[in-house]
Each structure stands twice: as structure tokens, then as C-alpha cells.
């Protein structure tokens, strides 16, 4: 058969669903090899927004998401995406066409050396140089791409190569299991545990990336420890549960790093030090028991005593299996932080003031939402007040990027998450900063005929770097910009916009869009003017008053 499609065929035979993308004159042959597929292929309007697509299908899913450019520019379009799954450990694989190899029929236009270019922030990347490569070269970056820790992989597929006869087979898939921990670092965790007075669990985003929400409840509720969360371990575990303390959207100074600063043992159940530490180890004499599919990687500010490695679901259940809850334990303190931690999270969920108080835009969305709907945060001010105020229900529905943390994600991830699960209710929150980052988008999103609430907060600012040169007593400068009427600019891709003129206006208009077919565009004036006072000054006051 023609390589191409051998390519597509080794695609379909991984479990390959969709490819997200913008084709070219290089991916002409793999585009009709596509054509004759089960594979769906999504036309995006940027690559970058399909690379996006792409990391999120597997974040969701544990499968690898595939995502295609051309070269040059189209290939150059797709770092930032690469750079995106490979910090936040999301399976995925970029395809990127060239010109031909064994000639040249335009000397060197639009060639980079794009293989080069990206092995710093993949895991694989390669050129397949023969047909005969295909086959294996495709199992090869999956396999590399979704293996403990996940994340990017590349192949460049040159278009005389794609037209290449072979007769090699199709490589299929593998089962693979993964690894148990060896019950002496079992023992080690659970000698630790018995010896410990405050212990706490921390869950990260590995905890988020398989199925181990039923082992680790079970785990709390036999052990009654305490519990919180990084940003991208949210609702791991429900977070409405009695012994949750709390998100560690702050680095600092909020309650739950007083509970933090009292405990004397950690449990790290899946936390990547990727994302900012809720802890620093070099502050006192803190233990740590690190949990996870893969050994820690050290840190100056992180060095755990003790390493269970394996798989996290087994691993918590082989400590339970061996631990009785010690009457040593003391958690008083940590449900004092808890109690004051939920007092403060009420705090103006009902002012009348607009531009609309974050604080009131968050509790109104999460009453809004079902719990098993799904919001997409990009990256912005409001990605602290949604992680710290907004309680997830349940596993990935609370998609957020707090690793690479990059703006124009947040429309993207909702295509994506709607695909995945097509019964389910979607919102993307987006500033007005990251939207306009890849707004093209929501003519993907009309085409596909989708279902989705876009959110849009307006301050006609950068309004997180803002908030930090403000803490920093800098003047307030370089950092507005005008906006689109985006009403009408929703209006001109055939979705449906609204402006929300009253505080009052917005949970009503958020119910009505939800249960609505087609694409909502709400535009909501937000007023950031608490950020500084509540998240650098009112939450540290109040918390050291514990």
C-alpha cells in the first residue's frame, strides 16, 4: 500500500479518533489516505488551536490526541502546543509534512529543521524516512506519548516518503500494566505515617490523569487525614468533602498554608513539581512521602524522604491495607482552617456591585454548572479566583494550565472537551486578553455544531500581570487595550451574544445559555480592583490570625 496509508491505518489501529489540524501541499497524500478513514478530521483555524485540541483529547481521555501542520510556519505554529502537553503531561502527537527528501523541487522554501526544533520540549521526535518506517515509527510516539510521565511526541512525515509503496504491516497496540510499588517503600510509608501527629494529603495532577478518585476516597475515609489540592489535582476528590482544607491557587499566605506549615508529614499523592509547590521542604523539618507513577524529580525546594512508585491507585490501597489510623493523629487544627477557610470563601457572593465582583461571577457559575459539567479555564486573573472558590465535583472538570500556564488555551480545550463527551455541559471562561488569542476558533465551533458557553470577562486589560505590578508598588502601565463589540463579533460567525448590564443578569442568562443549543458568547465586565486587596492582604491577615 501507499505509505500514507499505512500511516492512517497504524492511526486507526492506536485508537486514533480525531486529528485536529491545518493540511498542506506536504500533507496532500496523508489528507486523502484521512479521507478514506474512520478518523475524523477537525479543520481548526490555527494550528496552535489544534494543538491545544489535541493535549486536551488526551488529557481527558489518557489517550494520545493527533494533531497536523505543514511545515515551516504551520510547524513553528505548534510550539507553544508542544510546550503545553509536554509541561502538563498530556499524551500527544504532532504530524508536520516537508518537502521531499530524496530531491528537491524548491530548494530550501519554508524549510526548518523542524525534527531539531522540537526534541527540547518533546519526548520523540523524528522523521520517518522510509514507507517502510511507517508502521513502527507511529506505535513508537504513541506509545512514547502516553507512557508514565505523558506528554508530546512529533513524527515529520515528508510527502515523497508518504508515496512510498510498502508492504510492511500495521504495528497495533499493546497491552501494557503498569508497574506495582514494592511493599518495602510500602512498609517505609506506612512506619512514617504511624509516627506521624499532623499528617496531610496532598493531591496533585497524576492523581488526575488515571482513575484514582475511588482508592483515594476510600483512603480518607479510613483514615480520616485531611486533604487539598494543587490547581491541576482538582477534583480528584470532591471537593465539597468534609476534610477538604482547600486549593493551593496561592503560592502563600492563604489557610491552607497555615494547616501546610502545622503538619509534620505530607502525603504527595501525584504531584508534578511543575507546578508552583504548595510547600517548600527547606522552611522546617517537614516529611514527605512521595506517591506517584514515577520518582520525584529533586528540587532545591523539594526532596522527599520517602518514594512509593508505581501505580498511584494500588499504591494508596496497599498502604491502606497496612495502616490503622493512629491515635496520635491530631487534625483539630486543620478543621479550625477549614471552618475559617469556608467563612471567607462566602464573602461577597451576593454584592450587587458591577463590573461584577469575581468572587460573586465564581459561586454563581458553580451553581450553575451540574456537577459533571466542565469548564475550561485559559489562563488569566481569574484562573486563581475559579481554582481557589470554585469547588469541583468531580475528576477533569475543572481543566485549567497551571504548567506552562498559557493565555489562548481556554476556547480550544472546550472544542476539544465537547467532543469527548458530547452529552455533557461545557463552558469555556476566558479573559478578554486570551480570547482574542485564538478567537477564530468559534468558527470551528459553529462548523462542528456544537453546544458551548464561552465566558468572556472583560477589563480591557492584562488583568493578572496588572495585579502583580501593583503588588510590586509599580505605576499601573502598559498594560490596557480596546476590545471588539463582542456581541456583534460573536454575532458575524453565526453564534449567539449577550452583555450582561447588571450583576443581577448574569446567573439567569448563564442557566439560559447552558440549556441551550449552539454556541453563547457572554460578555461580562469584571472589576479585578479586589485582587489586591483580598489575595496579597485580607487572606494573609486573616490566616495568621489561626
Same mark, same amino acid.
Given at each position: ?31 486523502? !489516505? ?7 478530521l ?12 489535541a493535549?486536551?483529547?488526551?488529557r481527558l481521555?489518557?489517550?494520545?490526541g493527533? $494533531? ?17 502537553a509536554q ?16 530531491t ?8 526548518l ?16 524516512f522510509?514507507?517502510?518506517?511507517v508502521?513502527? $515509527?507511529?506505535?513508537e ?12 511526541t ?16 500495521? +504495528?497495533?497496540?499493546?497491552? #501494557? ?7 518495602? !517503600? ?10 506521624a ?13 488515571? +482513575? ?9 475515609d *479510613? ?6 489540592d ?21 503560592s ?18 501525584? *504531584?508534578d513539581? #511543575?507546578?508552583?509547590?504548595?510547600f ?7 516529611n ?32 491502606r ?14 478543621? %479550625? ?10 464573602r461577597?457572593?451576593?454584592?450587587? @456591585? ?13 451553581? #450553575? ?23 469541583? *465535583? ?6 485549567l ?6 493565555m489562548g488555551?481556554?476556547?480550544? !480545550? ?13 463552558? @469555556? ?29 472583560r ?5 493578572m ?17 480596546g ?18 448590564? !447588571? ?10 445559555c447552558?440549556?441551550?443549543?449552539g454556541?453563547?458568547?457572554?460578555e ?8 489586591? %486587596? #483580598?489575595l ?7 490566616? @495568621?490570625?489561626?
Amino acid at each position: 500500500m501507499k505509505a500514507s496509508d499505512l500511516f492512517v491505518q497504524s492511526l486507526e489501529a492506536q485508537g486514533v479518533e480525531y486529528v485536529f489540524g491545518i493540511p498542506g501541499e506536504e500533507n496532500l497524500d496523508l489528507l486523502e !489516505s484521512l479521507r478514506k478513514s474512520n478518523i475524523r478530521l477537525i479543520l481548526t483555524r490555527h494550528e496552535q488551536a489544534a494543538g491545544f485540541m489535541a493535549a486536551v483529547y488526551g488529557r481527558l481521555t489518557g489517550k494520545t490526541g493527533v $494533531c497536523l501542520s505543514t511545515l515551516g510556519p504551520g510547524a513553528t505554529n505548534l510550539v507553544t502546543a508542544a510546550a503545553y502537553a509536554q509541561l502538563g503531561a498530556m499524551p500527544m502527537m504532532m504530524i508536520t509534512g516537508q518537502k521531499p527528501i530524496k530531491t528537491s523541487k524548491q530548494g530550501h522554501f519554508q524549510i526548518l529543521e523542524v525534527v531539531d526544533m522540537m526534541h527540547p520540549i518533546t519526548k520523540y521526535s523524528r522523521q520517518v524516512f522510509s514507507g517502510d518506517m511507517v508502521s513502527a $515509527c507511529v506505535r513508537e510516539a504513541i506509545r512514547t506519548a502516553e507512557e508514565e510521565r505523558p506528554g508530546a511526541t512529533h513524527l515529520e512525515f515528508p510527502e515523497d516518503i508518504a508515496r512510498e509503496e510498502t508492504n510492511e504491516p500495521v +504495528i497495533k497496540a499493546s497491552k #501494557v500494566r503498569r508497574p506495582v510499588a514494592e511493599k518495602k !517503600s510500602i512498609d517505609q510509608a506506612v512506619d512514617m505515617l504511624s509516627r506521624a501527629k499532623h499528617p496531610l494529603i496532598l493531591v496533585g495532577a497524576g492523581a488526575n490523569r488515571k +482513575i484514582t478518585a475511588k482508592t483515594l476516597r476510600e483512603f480518607i475515609d *479510613h483514615t480520616g487525614i485531611p486533604f487539598f489540592d494543587t490547581q491541576m489535582g482538582k477534583g480528584v476528590l470532591d471537593e465539597r468533602h468534609p476534610l477538604f482544607i482547600g486549593n493551593a491557587a496561592l503560592s502563600d499566605n492563604d489557610f491552607l498554608h497555615r494547616a501546610v506549615a502545622h503538619s509534620d508529614l505530607i502525603i504527595n499523592v501525584g *504531584h508534578d513539581v #511543575v507546578e508552583k509547590p504548595p510547600f517548600f521542604m527547606n522552611d522546617k523539618s517537614l516529611n514527605v512521602i512521595h506517591v506517584n507513577f514515577f520518582s520525584a524529580m529533586v528540587d532545591p525546594v523539594y526532596f522527599p524522604q520517602v518514594e512509593v512508585i508505581g501505580d498511584i491507585a494500588n499504591s494508596i490501597w496497599q498502604i491502606r491495607e497496612s495502616l490503622a489510623p493512629s491515635p496520635n493523629w491530631d487534625f483539630s487544627y486543620f478543621m %479550625k482552617v477549614r471552618e475559617h477557610k469556608e467563612a471567607h470563601l462566602k464573602r461577597k457572593i451576593d454584592d450587587p @456591585a458591577f463590573p461584577m465582583l469575581p468572587q460573586r461571577m465564581v459561586h454563581e457559575t458553580r451553581e #450553575v454548572m451540574p456537577s459533571e459539567g466542565i469548564i475550561t479555564l485559559d489562563n488569566g486573573m481569574y484562573k486563581i479566583w475559579f481554582a481557589r472558590n470554585y469547588k469541583a *465535583h468531580q475528576p477533569n472538570t475543572v481543566l485549567l494550565d497551571n504548567a506552562l500556564a498559557t493565555m489562548g488555551a481556554g476556547l480550544p !480545550s472546550a472544542i476539544a472537551a465537547k467532543l469527548v463527551y458530547p452529552d455533557r455541559p461545557i463552558m @469555556a471562561v476566558c479573559g478578554d486578553g486570551g480570547f482574542m488569542m485564538n478567537s477564530q476558533e468559534i468558527e470551528t465551533a459553529v462548523r462542528l455544531g456544537l453546544n458551548l458557553t464561552v465566558l468572556i470577562l472583560r477589563d480591557d486589560a492584562y488583568g493578572m500581570i496588572r495585579w502583580k505590578q501593583k503588588a510590586m508598588g509599580l505605576d499601573d502601565y502598559g498594560l490596557t487595550f480596546g476590545n471588539p463589540d463582542f456581541v456583534k463579533y460573536a454575532e458575524s460567525y453565526g453564534a449567539k451574544g449577550y452583555r450582561v448590564n !447588571s450583576a443581577d443578569e448574569y446567573k439567569p442568562l448563564l442557566t439560559s445559555c447552558i440549556e441551550s443549543p449552539g454556541i453563547h458568547l457572554i460578555e461580562l465586565p469584571i472589576d479585578y480592583s479586589e485582587n489586591d %486587596k #483580598v489575595l496579597n492582604h485580607e487572606i494573609k491577615e486573616l490566616s @495568621a490570625a489561626l
